[in-house]
């Protein structure tokens, strides 16, 4: 007699389902759950959204109307190609951008057109047989008056580009407009450079065009209420200072104005572009050293900065490629002798308290020696 086979039991299915976050086996209640616990669920759910809203985001357009942009563009028209800032480096843009905050500084009380102090080439831009870069080490900020005097004058050193390295692909034509003056500027750079810099720098639009894309959306040319802000809103002459008079207008609202952050003189401006340059021009630290000498003395003595307008052009030379030889340095020392001396006799006079004897300006002198020989 057969025996009869044991029945085989039947393999039971797999329910179990891997959670998506912590990657545990777990049973769902419902064919849909993908996490095994709430806290797996929330985690999944933060991550999903950061993934949609970065998706989202768009890029923001790149501010052409930035001053600092329109510094570059001006000049690579002026040069007639973008090759002037061809191999400079994201810390050469940030040092020019500096320069240019720099230049502000002492521009905020100007009420001329292109302001008192200027960006002066050391290797001229035009007139020469090259081309004068655009880059820190062949730029110095110098009064407006003694660039137009001094042209294209050239003493020694700066940056250039010669005809040999030269090339027509950087050349800036007439045709193209600003955003294809500075793709190509950003092509000639390097991408990998300017995007460096820009992540530092976080150029931002210029405040007149703030304004622009502000009214664009405000101003109604069909409302007669209107037409005499849209006179102000389409003239390409108009300030910064008119649009935002405009917007007052039409929100009725006082818009905030940040202040200047600072202010400073014509002699702070000089010993400050040759501290800079010291570092391409070690032979400038005894000029640097006078400088800061001069100063000292005109505010210790009459509380305000140095006039440097007499003796504004021997320096102005000296940044511009003039060697510091011993004539030169003859000369620094009597304008050194000549500017303390003139500080001193402008000591400001006050009302001295009875009983106080206050040194003479001879005797402050003589004191500081005796301190600086006790010190030595």
Not at 272 to 298: C, G, H, N, W
Request: aromatic share 10%; charged share 25%; net charge positive.
């Amino acid at each position: 007699m057969a025996l009869a086979l044991p029945a085989t039991t039947p393999h039971k299915k797999d329910l179990r389902k891997t959670c998506t976050v912590c990657k545990a086996k777990f049973l769902p209640s419902h064919h849909s759950t993908l996490t095994c616990s709430d806290e797996c669920k929330r985690i999944r759910r933060n991550k999903s959204t950061k993934v949609v809203l970065r998706k989202k985001r768009k890029p923001k357009p790149f501010p052409i109307s930035n001053i600092f942009v329109q510094l570059l563009i001006r000049h690579a028209k002026q040069a007639g190609t973008v090759q002037i800032v061809q191999y400079v480096t994201a810390e050469e843009l940030l040092e020019l951008r500096e320069m240019q905050k720099t230049q502000l500084a002492t521009n905020c009380y100007s009420v001329r057109c292109f302001a008192d102090y200027h960006f002066c080439h050391i290797y001229p831009a035009n007139g020469m047989p090259h081309i004068g870069k655009f880059t820190p080490q062949n730029l110095v900020l110098g009064s407006a008056a003694l660039n137009r005097k001094h042209g294209s004058h050239y003493f020694g050193g700066g940056e250039f580009i010669s005809p040999a390295h030269k090339t027509n692909r950087f050349d800036v034509e007439k045709w193209m407009s600003d955003k294809d003056i500075v793709e190509l500027m950003i092509k000639c750079i390097g991408r990998d450079v300017w995007d460096a810099f820009a992540k530092v720098a976080k150029l931002q639009p210029s405040m007149k065009q703030t304004y622009i894309d502000v009214l664009v959306t405000m101003l109604d040319r069909n409302n007669p209420a209107h037409r005499q802000y849209l006179k102000v809103f389409d003239d390409p002459r108009s300030t910064a200072n008119e649009l935002r008079n405009v917007l007052e207008s039409i929100t009725d609202k006082k818009v905030y104005m940040f202040g200047h952050s600072r202010y400073m003189s014509p002699m702070g401006l000089m010993i400050a572009e040759f501290d800079r340059m010291a570092k391409y021009r070690p032979d400038l630290a005894p000029v640097l050293k006078a400088l800061e000498q001069i100063e000292q003395t005109s505010r210790y003595f009459t509380f305000e900065s140095f006039d440097l307008s007499e003796v504004e052009g021997f320096f102005f030379d000296i940044l511009h490629g003039v060697a510091v030889t011993d004539s030169v340095l003859a000369e620094l020392a009597d304008i050194v002798v000549g500017a303390l001396t003139t500080s001193t006799a402008k000591m400001k006079n006050f009302d001295r308290a009875a009983g106080y004897d206050c040194f003479e300006p001879e005797q402050v002198e003589a004191r500081r020696a005796r301190m600086a020989q006790i010190a030595a």
